[in-house]
């Protein structure tokens, strides 16, 4: 958590700000659809960022996809859960 409050506080404020808005209404759904390369959708547990629901509507969303709940982490996996992020890659990218 330490590490994920380090980075956004060394984003610039008008970047976050500007991330911000053009997210909002951003709705990739449609454009995910022609997605052709395998993909995981992992979920920390503990996300108070994204909604699970959110993540499970990316993997039904991208065809041949997976949601895969992690139990006991937040939004940063890649930070908290580092291997499990570098073996998701691995499988999918052995396929």
Request: glycine share 0%.
């Given at each position: 958590m330490d590490v994920n409050r380090q980075l956004f506080a060394a984003t610039a404020p008008h970047v976050r700000a500007e991330f911000l808005r053009c997210t909002r209404g951003w709705d990739p759904r449609a454009a995910l659809t022609s997605v052709t390369v395998p993909a995981v959708a992992p979920h920390g547990e503990g996300d108070k960022v994204i909604a699970?629901?959110?993540s499970?509507?990316?993997a039904d969303t991208l065809p041949g996809?997976?949601?895969e709940p992690v139990p006991g982490a937040g939004h940063m996996l890649p930070?908290?859960?580092p291997l499990l992020a570098v073996a998701a890659v691995a499988e999918?990218?052995?396929r």
């Open positions: 699970s629901a959110l499970r509507t990316l996809a997976r949601f930070l908290e859960r999918l990218s052995s």
